[in-house]
């Protein structure tokens, strides 16, 4: 079994940044048991959407495009952790941001290919 704990949301005035963490317990990121892990928002009354992913080995991303340029996301295999840097915040990045991972080694992102999910970290950008 896999768990999934997110970390490193709060409040930020548009323009900041933040950095979110996901890290797992259960089994390790190198293993093959984990394999893409994605970072996917919800904001009130919308639908969970995709933001970036990241390949089992980390050599492959992928960006929502309202994201891109300003998103990062990094896997540390020797932490268990996988990071999302997020600069120049917009009001409309607030959502709760969940990591999730799935068994494919591969770059996912639809929101049913992932078997994981963590709980959520709130994320709110003041205008």
């Known amino acids: 079994q896999v768990q999934l704990v997110e970390s490193g949301g709060g409040l930020v005035q548009a323009g900041g940044s933040l950095r979110l963490a996901c890290a797992a317990s259960?089994?390790?990121?190198?293993?093959?048991?984990?394999?893409?892990v994605g970072w996917f928002r919800q904001a009130p009354e919308k639908v969970r959407e995709f933001v970036a992913a990241?390949?089992?080995?980390?050599?492959?991303?992928d960006y929502e495009d309202s994201v891109k340029g300003r998103f990062t996301i990094i896997r540390d295999n020797a932490k268990n952790t996988v990071y999302l840097y997020m600069n120049n915040l917009k009001p409309e990045d607030t959502a709760v941001y969940h990591c999730?991972?799935?068994?494919?080694?591969?770059?996912?992102?639809?929101?049913?290919?992932?078997?994981?999910w963590g709980q959520g970290t709130q994320v709110t950008v003041s205008s």
């Open positions: 999730a991972a799935s068994t494919s080694a591969r770059v996912i992102t639809t929101r049913g290919a992932y078997e994981y």
């Open positions: 259960g089994r390790t990121f190198s293993s093959y048991a984990i394999g893409c």
């Open positions: 990241i390949s089992r080995s980390g050599g492959s991303m």
